[in-house]
C-alpha cells in the first residue's frame, strides 16, 4: 500500500494528528483484507518520516538584535511566535532602532513623541493593535493586550493609554532632551520644514502654522520621505516548528507628523500580515502611500497563488510604484515553508535581519537592490501630454 506525504511544510501536531488518522484507517482495511498481516502495515506508517517546519525570524532592516531577541525567545520552552514577535518588537523600543521606534524619536508639531504597534496571530487571524498611542513606552505589549483581553483590533490615542494603565502599564513620558533638541531646531531654525501640509495658508513651504485651507494650490513637493530616517519602522514575521506564525509591527511614526497622524503599521494588510496557511509579510515606508494599497496583504495573497516570497514582495510593491513613482519602502515576506525574500523601491539597497535553523541561531543581515523609477520634472511631465 503507497501512503503520499506531501512536501510542504507541516506542523508537528498537525502531523501527528494526520499520522494517527492514515494509521487507523490502514489498520481497519488490512484487517479485512489481510488480517494477521496488519500489523507489518501499521509499523511501516509509523517509520515514515515526521515532516516538520524550519524555525525562522525575519524582520525589516539592521535591526539583527532584534531579530536575535526574538529566536532566543522562541527557542524558551512554554514560549510561542507571539511571545517571539512581542520580545523582539519590545527590543527594538527599548533600544529606539534608528531613532524611529519607541520612545524618544519622530516628535510630531507639537514636539511629542506618539507610538504604533500591532501583532497578528497567523492562526485565526486576530490582530491587535494602538495607535497614535500617548505615554506608554512598551506600545507592542499593549497592542498584545489589546490582541488577547479584547474583542476589538485597534485602540487608538489618549484612550488607548487609558485602556494600558488598566492592564498594567506604567504611564511616563515618551519625550527626552534629544527629542525636544530635534523638535526646537526644527521650529526655530528651519522654521518648520520639511513638513506634511498641502494647500494651506500661510505656505507651508516657508513658515510655520498655524494652517488655514487655501482657496489657492501650494502644494509641495514630498520631502522624500526615507530622507530623514522616517522608513525605519521594524516590521516582523515569525514561523515555529509546529507551523504557527505571527507578525507584529512597532514605530514611533514620521518625523514631524501633524499630530494626530497614524501611519501603515497599525493597519492589518499595511504594516503587516500574516496567515500561517500561506504565509506573512511586514513593511516599511512611507505608511501614508502604503496603507491605501495594503502591501502585507497583496504580498501573502501573492503567495497563496502560488509565488516565492521574493516576487511576491516585488508583486506587492508593483502597484505601489504604478500610483506612486516616488515611493519609498520595502516588504519582506516569509512563506510558511520557511523561504523567505524582499523587495524594495526608492533607496539603493534594502537590508533586512533573518535568523534560522539554516543559520545556526545566529543573525544574518541580508540585502536586495532596489527599484528606482526615474520621474521627469514636472514641467517634462506637463509638456510630455501634449495640448
Known amino acids: 500500500m ?3 506525504i506531501t512536501t510542504t511544510c507541516v506542523g508537528t501536531q498537525d502531523y501527528l494528528a494526520w499520522h494517527a488518522v492514515v494509521t487507523a484507517s490502514v489498520y481497519e482495511r488490512h484487517h479485512e483484507v489481510y488480517g494477521q498481516n496488519t500489523m507489518i502495515v501499521v509499523l511501516l506508517v509509523f517509520l515514515l518520516p515526521l515532516s516538520t517546519c524550519k524555525q525562522v525570524v525575519i524582520n525589516t532592516w539592521h535591526f539583527s538584535q532584534a531579530a536575535q531577541k526574538a529566536w532566543d525567545r522562541l527557542q524558551e520552552a512554554g514560549s510561542d511566535v507571539i511571545d517571539a514577535v512581542e ?3 519590545t527590543k527594538c523600543e527599548q533600544d529606539q532602532c534608528d531613532g ?3 520612545y524618544g524619536g519622530s516628535p510630531d508639531e507639537n514636539g511629542e513623541t506618539t507610538l504604533d504597534a500591532m501583532i497578528m496571530d497567523g492562526q485565526d487571524l486576530n490582530v491587535g493593535a494602538v495607535a497614535a498611542l500617548r505615554g506608554i513606552k512598551n506600545a507592542v505589549g499593549v497592542a498584545r493586550a489589546v490582541l488577547e483581553h479584547t474583542q476589538h483590533s485597534l485602540l487608538a490615542g489618549e484612550l488607548a493609554a487609558e485602556f494600558a494603565v488598566q492592564m498594567g502599564f ?5 519625550e527626552t532632551p534629544q527629542s525636544h533638541e530635534k523638535w526646537e531646531k526644527w521650529k526655530e531654525e528651519r522654521a518648520c520644514q520639511p513638513n506634511f501640509w498641502t494647500d494651506v495658508t500661510p505656505d507651508p513651504t516657508k513658515t510655520c502654522g498655524p494652517y488655514h485651507p487655501s482657496k489657492e494650490e501650494n502644494g509641495h513637493e514630498s520631502h522624500g520621505f526615507g530622507a530623514s530616517g522616517n522608513h ?5 514575521v515569525v514561523l515555529d516548528h509546529d507551523g504557527r506564525m505571527a507578525a507584529g509591527t512597532s514605530t514611533n511614526g514620521a518625523v514631524h507628523k501633524i ?3 497614524v501611519g501603515d503599521s497599525p493597519i492589518v494588510g499595511a504594516g ?3 496567515d500561517a496557511s500561506v504565509g506573512g509579510a511586514a513593511a516599511t515606508g512611507d505608511g501614508d502611500i502604503m496603507m491605501r494599497l495594503l502591501p502585507s496583504f497583496r504580498a501573502v495573497q501573492a503567495m497563496q497563488s502560488g509565488l516565492p516570497p521574493a516576487l511576491a514582495a516585488q508583486e506587492a510593491i508593483t502597484p505601489i510604484i504604478k500610483h506612486y513613482p516616488k515611493f519609498i519602502g520595502a516588504v519582506v515576506a516569509l512563506s510558511k515553508d520557511g523561504t523567505f525574500g524582499a523587495a524594495c523601491h526608492g533607496i539603493p539597497k534594502f537590508e533586512f ?5 539554516e543559520t545556526d541561531g545566529k543573525v544574518v543581515v541580508a540585502s536586495v537592490p532596489c527599484q528606482i523609477t526615474e520621474v521627469p520634472p514636472k514641467s517634462e511631465a506637463l509638456n510630455s501630454r501634449g495640448p
Open 2 to 4: 503507497l501512503v503520499g
Open 87 to 89: 520580545a523582539g518588537c
Open 100 to 102: 524611529t521606534v519607541g
Open 170 to 174: 506604567t504611564k511616563e513620558t515618551l
Open 232 to 236: 525605519d519602522t521594524i516590521g516582523m
Open 259 to 261: 499630530p494626530g497622524r
Open 272 to 274: 503587516a500580515y500574516v
Open 353 to 357: 535581519s533573518v535568523v534560522s535553523d
